[in-house]
C-alpha cells in the first residue's frame, strides 16, 4: 500500500516530523518506539550534512507518534519502513482464486457497460502437477514481490490468500486507488491439445473502448516483460495478444498487462512452472521486463521521490505543510488513514475539544483497511442498534443454523419479517421492541438475551442491548462503537453476516431506508447509493446523533460509521456535521 507520505522526500518528511513535533510537543519519555539505527543505515551518501542531524529529530518523532497514535492522535502517520527512494509502485494481481470461494455473481465488464461477466473464475489447473493455476500465480506473485521490493520498488498485492473474494473489476479498482504506476497480471494457460505451449501477454488494443488510450503503454509493459520472461526461462514466446474482453484489464486506469506464463496442460511447461529453481528465473524474467519499463516509463511517483531528493534540504515548514496540503486536495483518492485523519482534522477533533464524543470507523471493502477515531470508545447507539436486532433475527428466525433456531411458523415468521422491515426503514421503536419480544417468544427479556447473545457470539464487544426502545435506561441502556457497526456492516456486505442470502436480504433491507439527512444526505450529486440505519436520542434520555453506512461509490465501497453524543442540545447541528463529513469521505476516497 502506498501512502502519501511514503512519496514525499525523506529530507522534507524530516521537517514535517520535527513540525509536528513543535506542533503536538507530546513527550518521548518512556516510550518504547522503533530503534533509530535502521533509519539512520539506510540514508544515502548524497545526504547533506543538514539532513543527516534533523534524521535524529525524525527518529525520535516516531517514537512519540507512536505513542501519540494511542493517545487517539490520528493526525500523524507512523513511518518505521522508509526507503529512500523508490523505482516505482506495481500492481500485482495473481490470477484467480481459491476453488471454494463464490465469484460467479455478474458485474460490468467495463465501467458503464450493461454487459456482464463473471466476478472471476477459477481457473486452469496442472495437467501433470495437480496444481491449481490460482496456487501457481500467488506462489509467483508473491516471490515477484519480494523481488521487487528488493530492488526498489513498492508492490501493491491485489490478493494476497486464496479466500479473499475480490473480484477482477475490484483489483483494477484497487490498483488503480493505490497510486500504483502499472498492474501486472499473472496467469497461466491451458489448452485441449497438451503439445501447445509457451507464454504469451495480452493487452487491450487502441481501439478498446474503455482503454485504448493505455494500449501504447501496456504494449511497452507487456513486451519487456514478456520477452525478458522467455529470455530468462526459456520459454517459448508466443508473442502479444490484443484483449478486450478482460473485465480487470477494462476497468483500469494505469497500463497493464496480463502474463501468461506457460500451458499448464503442457508436461514440460506445467512441471517447469512447480520447479524451485525454475520459478527464480520466472521471477528473475519478470523483474527484469519491469526494471526495463521503468527505464523508458518513470515513476510518476517516484520521480516525485528524485526531484525532491535532489533539491536543498532547506525548505521551510510552512512550504512543506502547503505541500501537504495541496496533495490531499488532488484528485488522487486518498488511503483510509489519510482520510480519516483528514476528517479528524477537520471535524472532529474540535468538536470533542468542545465537549462532545465523537467515533468515526471508515472501511474500504476493496482492500479490506481500516481506520477509525475512538472507535472501540463505547457509545450510546440509539436506533442503530436496531441493525444488530435484524441481524440476530436473521440468524436465529430466518436462517437460523439448526441449534440456535427460534421455532416459529410461517405466517409469524412473515409478520416478523414485516416488523423488522419497519423497524430499519422507518426506525419504528414499537416494532423493534415487538421483535425483541419475538425473539424472546414473547418475554422482552428474553430477547434481550438473544441479541445479546448474538453480539457477543460475534464479537460485537461494545454492543448490548439492555432497554426498550423509549423505555427507562434505569436498569441499563442501549450501546455500541462505530468499530462494531463498521464489522457489522462489512460482514453484510461482504456476505458473512449469517449467510451471503441472509446479507443480501438485509441490504435491501437497508436500501430501502427513509431516514437519509445524514450520510446519504451528503451523497447528494454524486454517483453513489447507500445502505444506512440512523440513530438519535433528544431531550432527557440524552443528545445523540448517528448514522452507519455502506456506501457503493464511482471508485471506491466503504463503510463509514459515525456516532456522536454529549451535544449539549446541539442535534441538528451534529447531523449537518455527519452529512459534511460523509460529502468530505465520497470526495477524498470514492470520487
Ligand atoms: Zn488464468
Redesign the pocket.
Same mark, same amino acid.
Request: aromatic content about 0%.
Given at each position: 500500500m502506498t501512502d502519501f507520505y511514503s512519496r514525499i522526500p525523506r529530507h522534507i518528511r524530516t521537517v514535517i516530523a520535527a513540525a509536528m513535533i513543535a506542533a503536538l510537543t507530546f513527550s518521548a519519555a518512556g516510550c518504547s518506539g522503533k530503534n533509530s539505527s535502521s533509519q539512520t543505515e539506510s540514508e544515502t551518501s548524497q545526504t547533506s550534512q543538514t539532513a543527516q542531524s534533523s534524521v535524529q529529530t525524525s527518529a525520535e518523532t516516531v517514537q512519540t507518534e507512536t505513542s501519540a497514535e494511542t493517545a487517539a492522535e490520528t493526525e500523524t502517520e507512523t513511518e518505521t519502513e522508509e526507503k529512500v527512494s523508490i523505482k516505482g509502485v506495481v500492481a500485482i494481481d495473481p490470477? *484467480?482464486q481459491g476453488s471454494s470461494v463464490d465469484m460467479s455473481g455478474q458485474e460490468p465488464y467495463a465501467p458503464g457497460s450493461s454487459k456482464t461477466k463473471a466476478k472471476a473464475?477459477t481457473?486452469?489447473e496442472g495437467s501433470y502437477s495437480g496444481v491449481p493455476?490460482y496456487q501457481l500465480?500467488l506462489d509467483i506473485g508473491l516471490m515477484l514481490r519480494d523481488e521487487l521490493e528488493s530492488r526498489g520498488y513498492e508492490v501493491v498485492m491485489l490478493r494476497k490468500d486464496n479466500d479473499t473474494a475480490i473480484s477482477n473489476a475490484q483489483r483494477a479498482k484497487k490498483a488503480n486507488e493505490s497510486g500504483a504506476d502499472c498492474t501486472v497480471r499473472l *496467469?497461466?494457460d491451458g489448452s485441449d491439445d497438451s503439445s501447445v505451449n509457451g507464454a504469451s501477454a495480452l493487452i487491450p488494443s487502441a481501439d478498446n473502448k474503455y482503454v485504448g488510450d493505455l494500449h501504447d503503454d501496456s504494449k511497452a509493459l507487456a513486451s519487456d516483460i514478456l520477452d525478458s520472461y522467455c529470455d530468462a526461462t526459456g520459454i517459448k514466446n508466443r508473442g502479444l495478444s490484443l484483449r478486450d474482453d478482460l473485465t480487470g484489464t477494462n476497468w483500469s486506469k494505469i497500463p497493464v498487462a496480463l502474463l501468461?506464463m506457460g500451458f499448464m496442460s503442457n508436461r514440460s511447461d506445467d512441471l517447469n512452472m512447480e520447479d524451485k529453481a525454475f520459478r527464480k528465473k520466472m521471477v528473475k524474467g519478470i523483474a527484469d521486463g519491469i526494471d526495463k519499463y521503468f527505464k523508458d516509463h518513470p515513476s510518476k511517483s517516484g520521480g516525485t521521490i528524485t526531484a525532491g531528493g535532489n533539491g536543498s534540504s532547506g525548505d521551510s515548514v510552512d512550504d512543506v505543510l502547503k505541500e501537504i496540503d495541496s496533495a490531499k486536495s488532488s484528485s488522487e483518492p486518498g488511503t483510509v488513514k489519510q482520510v480519516v485523519s483528514a476528517v479528524n482534522k477537520k471535524y472532529l477533533a474540535s468538536s470533542e475539544k468542545s465537549g462532545e464524543k465523537w467515533s468515526l470507523t471508515l472501511v474500504d471493502l476493496f482492500a479490506g483497511t481500516q481506520a477509525d477515531v475512538n472507535g472501540d470508545r463505547k457509545m450510546l447507539s440509539a436506533s442503530v442498534l436496531k441493525t444488530f436486532i435484524m441481524a440476530a433475527a436473521y440468524d436465529r428466525v430466518f436462517y437460523p443454523s439448526s441449534d440456535s433456531a427460534i421455532k416459529m411458523s410461517s405466517s409469524k415468521k412473515s409478520d416478523l419479517k414485516k416488523l423488522v422491515e419497519k423497524m430499519i426503514e422507518e426506525s419504528d421503536n414499537d416494532a423493534a421492541n415487538s421483535v425483541v419480544e419475538a425473539l424472546g417468544s414473547g418475554d422482552f427479556s428474553k430477547g434481550m438475551k438473544v441479541v445479546n447473545t448474538f453480539c457477543s457470539d460475534n464479537s460485537y464487544s461494545k454492543t448490548s442491548l439492555g432497554r426498550r426502545f423509549q423505555g427507562s435506561s434505569k436498569n441499563g441502556d442501549n450501546y455500541t462503537s462505530s468499530n462494531d457497526c463498521a464489522a457489522l456492516l462489512t460482514a453484510i456486505y461482504n456476505g458473512s453476516c449469517v449467510s451471503k442470502k441472509a446479507s443480501n436480504e438485509m441490504i435491501d433491507i437497508l436500501k430501502a431506508q427513509k431516514l437519509k439527512n445524514k450520510i446519504p444526505a451528503g451523497l447528494t450529486g454524486f454517483r453513489a447509493d447507500a445502505a444506512n440505519k440512523t440513530g438519535e436520542l433528544s431531550g432527557s434520555s440524552g443528545y445523540v446523533e448517528n448514522d452507519i453506512a455502506i456506501v457503493w461509490g464511482q471508485e471506491a465501497d466503504y463503510v463509514l460509521c459515525v456516532l456522536s453524543s454529549d451535544l449539549d442540545g446541539k442535534n441538528s447541528e451534529a447531523a449537518d456535521q455527519i452529512a459534511v463529513i460523509s460529502k468530505m469521505v465520497y470526495k477524498d476516497f470514492a470520487e
Open positions: 490470477g *484467480h473464475s481457473g486452469t493455476e500465480n *496467469h497461466a501468461e
